[in-house]
């Protein structure tokens, strides 16, 4: 499956913005999908994850109550809403695919290595 991320930008701390991630293929509810960010000289950091029917998600800590995850299945797409926004969530925003995930909920099925495919990226800035 092919990833296509977009709707990043820069935002005023208190903003909200919308990601969104395209996949290709046709096999797309199949897939655990997963939203990830990685600011500079630090390690890529999980934030949401979402199963292939959208009746579970996960969050991590960081982003709980103020990030949304969801998917669209008819459209191949899932979402990353995201409020509050703080200069602090300022990084490269990655959706990522994964055909099988152990460790649902746990900080092991919060590691990139579990997901198989990866977007390119979208810029998100949150200015102060």
């Known amino acids: 499956v092919q990833l296509q991320a977009s709707g990043g930008g820069l935002v005023q701390a208190g903003g909200s913005l919308r990601l969104s991630c395209a996949a290709s293929g046709r096999t797309f509810s199949t897939y655990y999908m997963g939203w990830f960010r990685q600011a500079p000289g630090k390690e890529r950091e999980f934030l949401a994850a979402?199963?292939?029917?959208?009746?579970?998600?996960d969050y991590a800590d960081s982003v709980k109550g103020r990030f949304t995850i969801s998917r669209d299945n008819a459209k191949n797409s899932v979402y990353l809403q995201m409020n509050s926004l703080k200069p602090e969530d300022t990084a490269v925003y990655y959706c990522?695919?994964?055909?099988?995930?152990?460790?649902?909920?746990?900080?092991?099925?919060?590691?990139?290595?579990?997901?198989?495919?990866w977007g390119q990226g979208t810029q998100v800035t949150v200015s102060s």
């Open positions: 990522a695919a994964a055909r099988w995930l152990t460790g649902w909920g746990t900080k092991s099925g919060h590691e990139p290595n579990r997901y198989e495919y």
């Open positions: 979402i199963n292939w029917s959208g009746g579970s998600t």
